[in-house]
């Protein structure tokens, strides 16, 4: 079993007379940033010069500074940038300036996991991530509540440094919904595998393939929306709630005889393990990260055409029409969206 962690297992005091830099003003960013400075934290925020979230960081209450200037200052620095380009600005505008005993922290594995950023011996790196998006992580944190999270010691130079992450993970509301220890390296491929193979890689084209032949059988569109992706959301919640029993509770004793009758058949269990594992062993031996980090370098013309031609699928056109007409359209917070 993990070991986890609460409020009474952190020491929100150790971050005393620590300064910490938020590099990036996104989802993330912005969450940790303005709740460690309600927790009374000593905090800046490192921001490209010219970046449109400078005015937004001011508003809020925060100091801005250059990327450079904030690693320089701090003595905690979270990288909150986009993954793929978290270690060109770790190379060219932290590395620069750090000092023995400084810590270097992420919110993902990734960069660590497969070497992009190699942190100097002497000083600490800890993973502090938040199981959800930044905005529930400011929302949360704003209703005295939290977003649990996953704590991770990469490298311990001051001996300190569990006692900082768990203090810093204090600071953003984590150890109130509770904190659970990991690595690094676990972290990076379980997120991997999670979203490749089952949230989003196999959630994906699971609604797109029940979606195609519910249409190329000539039902309607917003029929096969419906009932292959919009309720969606309303079986995951309920799983999300109470298990697949209560989820199945909820739904007819057909709905459930169906379930067990066709699921299989639709994704024989012993193969998709099979392909699961191919998968699992691609993250395992880099050549997963290789391939990103390479479409990265090489302009993303895969990535940009897959994301143009899934903008032109069928579900998501009709989807968005369906969506425009739904009392929840204005409702700009995600996860209470058609509660
Ligand atoms: P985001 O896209 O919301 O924000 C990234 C920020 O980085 C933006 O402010 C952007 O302007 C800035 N940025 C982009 N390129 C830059 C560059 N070259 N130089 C300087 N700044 C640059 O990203 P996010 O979702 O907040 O993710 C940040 C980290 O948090 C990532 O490591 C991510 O894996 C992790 N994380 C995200 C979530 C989530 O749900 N969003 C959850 C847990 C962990
Ligand atoms: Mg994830």
Redesign the pocket.
Known sequence: MAKMYYEQDCDLSKLDGKKIAI???????HAHALNLKDSGCDVCVG??AG???AAEAEGHGLTVKT?DEAAEWADIIM?????E??A??YKEHIAPHLEAGNAVA???G?NIRYKQVVVPEDCDVFMA??????HTVRSQFVNGRGVPCLVAVEQDATGQCKDVALAYIAGIGGARAGIMETTMHDETETDLFGEQCVLMGGLVELMKCGFEVLTEAGYEPENAYFECIHEMKLIVDLINKGGIAAMNYSCSDTAEYGEYVSGPRVLPHEETKARMRAVLSDIQDGSFAGRWIAENKNGRTFFNSKHEQLAQHPAEVVGKQLRESMLWKNDTDLDTASN
Do not use: E, M, T, W
């Not at 990288?79 to 993954?83: A, E, G, H, S």
């Not at 991530?129 to 930044?134: C, R, S, T």
């Open positions: 590099i990036g003003y996104g989802s993330q960013g921001l490209r970046s449109k979230h990327i990288i909150l940038v986009n993954d380009v978290a060109q600005v992420f919110a993902h990734f991530a938040p199981k959800g998006p930044g």
